[in-house]
């Protein structure tokens, strides 16, 4: 296909916004990174910017020295790892019933659950809701709660209702019952929807701040999110088991640039696993039969 020359100039116009958009995204974190290796004089001169200067990993050996940012580390992974497998069980068991025209008072129960996502419960009915279900204090109160995000209930919905009929007609005719229907036949060919609600979800997770700051008080279960807070608004790392000769040789912002590190690359190393399913994923219900 021979392109006019308007549609060359178009596709340079759109290649450097695009390009100037990807670098306002990615320099930022690059100018983190540089930081987080480098020595404190060169940081407290102001000399970084996208390259280390005076390579060093005192900063990371500082904080990976600190138990609780082992302990916030392990309660975000327990935190996202069994909050996302909630999430999508949940979302899917309540989609795919929501998405079948033959079961009863689906539009009530849809009415019910739009209402949810206009109308959110404010902090304190959640707040005495979480108390009286004895969920303070647990890991269980930034899970549970959160079970069931509306928009992606119907996100996950439209893409059921694209499902064949007759593919879950043939299922039945086999003698598979609904719940063997839903397992067997369904859930396999949902992954792109799995794994975009599971992106999604588990970003969300392993961001959670405000929940952890309100419902636990125990520092025993507090998520790495509040105490990177805690590192980057008040300089509480000197409170860690480390030695003063370490703490000689880092800057205060090198540390709070590798604790941000610390705390976005797990979550960024998921994304290329789940990519393919990502991008299908986002196609879900833009297209009808």
């Given amino acids: 296909m021979i392109m006019t020359r308007g549609q060359k100039i178009f596709n340079i116009c759109n290649i450097f916004f695009l390009g100037i958009v990807g670098l306002s995204m990615v320099l930022p974190l690059i100018h983190i990174i ?5 020595d404190a004089v060169a940081i407290n001169a102001g000399k970084v910017s996208f390259w280390p200067i005076g390579f060093t990993l005192s900063s990371y050996k500082l904080i990976l020295q600190d138990p609780s940012i082992w302990a916030g580390f392990r309660n975000s992974v327990m935190i996202t790892v069994f ?4 999430n999508l069980m949940m979302t899917a068991m309540l989609a795919y019933p929501l998405s079948r025209p033959e079961y009863l008072y689906r539009k009530a129960v ?6 949810t996502l206009v109308f959110s419960a ?13 969920l303070l204090d647990t890991l269980w109160a930034l899970m549970l709660p959160m079970a069931i995000s509306a928009f992606n209930l119907f996100i996950m919905r439209s893409f059921f209702m694209n499902l064949p ?3 879950i007609d043939s299922a039945k005719i086999d003698g ?3 719940f063997r229907t839903f397992w067997k036949i369904v859930l396999p060919l949902s ?3 799995m794994a975009t609600m599971g992106i999604i979800y588990a970003v969300a997770h392993w961001n959670r701040y405000a929940d952890a700051v309100f419902y636990i008080s125990d520092r025993r279960w507090i998520p790495l999110q509040v105490r990177l807070r805690e590192i980057v608004f008040t300089d509480q790392y000197g409170q860690s088991d480390v030695t003063s ?11 709070k640039m590798a604790v941000i590190v610390v705390a976005t690359i797990p979550i960024m190393m998921v994304y290329p696993f789940l990519q393919k399913h990502f991008i299908q994923g986002m196609l879900v219900g833009s297209i009808k039969s």
């Fill in 34 to 38: 540089a930081q987080s290796l480098s």
């Fill in 83 to 86: 909050g996302t497998l909630i």
């Fill in 110 to 115: 849809l009415i019910l659950v739009l209402f």
């Fill in 122 to 134: 404010p902090l304190i009915p959640n707040y005495l809701l979480v108390k009286q279900l004895g």
């Fill in 165 to 167: 009929n007759e593919l």
């Fill in 176 to 178: 598979c019952g609904e």
């Fill in 191 to 193: 992954k792109p929807a």
């Fill in 245 to 255: 000769e370490l703490l000689q040789l880092v800057s205060p912002e090198g540390i």
